[in-house]
């Protein structure tokens, strides 16, 4: 008994430092700076969760419905839609557990945002801190490179005198100008109206479908072929993969404890947009859209797609600074610079991060096919195999799950139904998503490199 008080006692004093921060952030902060700019409610991470989710995948899903088919491209939506809200829920136990742990400690947070690797490092060792930066940063690097693809892809389709490479080059300097953000707590505006552009995109696209009907002699051959198939899984598998920011949205909260459903909520809404536009451009196309991977290619010009595109460009503004935040930090934390009140300094160190970003987004701008690979190679472990183990490692031992600050949910049948559940996850993703889903991705990513070539000037462009 005596125990357990202790551990309420502990579990109350970090719930009322999140109290404090949240009174000390309002009174020293001015109410025009709290509405757009410092959040860090239930609401801003529900808004961080959703904007970031679906981004720039939303026009390359009727791309994975033309290699899937219909039935399986809705299948697999719902299905790593669950899975990606499952293993968002385990890293947010984690993160609370490894929190709680460390301000038992008297560790103080208020100037240092924690990361996923050090969440690991501190519930399982340098091992797997080790792993978790490799996998978390490499993905996060690849998935601001994608976002600078999708930038020339897009505006290509409103402006088309200057190829994709030429665009690339021109809005890899525009996102580096998210150096100038500095953290989550900061995107509180952005998050809300991201979101707002993602929906008028989803719905802009399937209204435009429905209305332009079936074009003559459209075919729905999917699937057809393995390679294909899995390609487009694996797509799929990274589109509920944006939760590699999750723990750094989670530290921009003042009540960390409350993210649990946070994820599955956005996921949820997240499904009304995907579902009737991919499914919609699909039954208009068809297999026209194995040969263009950017929905907006094959829709006609009006001032509601030119719409579309230009809010797309700015919410792709918006993911970059998503994905490249936790590299900052992670790069300010290695130069020593962390913990500077400097933005100045800060954005200044942060610089030398694009320039890699920039560089591989003109070595391979393929649009589409980009995403199958980091999903199979980098989010199948990132955000689905390491997030399962690391929970199955830490609560391993009686005394572990016994003073666990997150129970399981009851609705699992408690811990045995918890473990099951993230073998299940563990098992599926790394014979589907990284097995067959690596093999099929790196052959038609290798496909693409034969028939463009690297540095490719202007991918699928229609020859004028």
Known sequence: MASEKVETVVAGNYVEMEREEDVRSTSTKSKLSSIFWHGGSVYDAWFSCASNQVAQVLLTLPYSFSQLGMASGIVFQLLYGLMGSWTAYLISVLYVEYRTRKEREKVDFRNHV???????????????????????????????????????????????????????????????????????????????????????????????????????????????????????????????GGHAVTVEIMHAMWKPQKFKLIYLLATIYVLTLTLPSASAVYWAFGDLLL????????????????????????????????????????????????????????????????????????????????????????????????????????????SARENAVERPPRILGGWAGLYITNIFVVAWVFIIGFGFGGWASMVNFVRQIDTFGLFAKCYQCPKH
């Open 114 to 240: 924690i990361q996923w690797f050090e969440v690991l490092d501190g519930l399982l060792g340098k091992h797997w801190r080790n792993i978790g930066l490799f996998f978390n940063c490499t993905f996060l690097l690849f998935g601001s490179v994608i976002q600078l693809i999708a930038c020339a892809s897009n505006i290509y389709y409103i402006n088309d005198n200057l190829d994709k490479r030429t665009w690339t080059y021109i809005f890899g300097a525009c996102c580096a100008t998210t150096v100038f953000i500095p953290s989550f707590h900061n995107y509180r505006i952005w998050s809300f109206l991201g979101l707002i552009m993602t929906t008028y995109t989803a719905w802009y696209l399937t209204i435009a479908s429905l209305l332009h009907g079936q074009v003559e002699g459209v075919q729905h051959s999917g699937p057809a072929k393995m390679v294909l198939y899995f390609t487009g899984a694996t797509n799929i598998l990274y589109t509920f």
């Open 291 to 398: 040969n263009r991977s950017n929905a907006l290619a094959l829709l006609p010009r009006t001032r509601f797609r030119d719409a579309a595109i230009v809010l797309m460009l700015i919410h792709q503004f918006i993911t970059f600074g998503f994905a490249c935040t936790p590299l900052y930090f992670v790069w300010e934390k290695f130069v020593g610079v962390h913990e500077t009140k400097s933005l100045f300094k800060r954005a200044l160190t942060r610089l030398p991060v694009v320039i890699p970003i920039w560089f591989l987004a003109i070595i391979f701008p393929f649009f589409g096919p980009i995403n199958s690979t980091v999903g199979s190679l980098l989010v199948s472990f990132t955000v689905y195999i390491i997030p399962a183990m690391a929970h199955m490692v830490t609560f391993a031992s009686p």
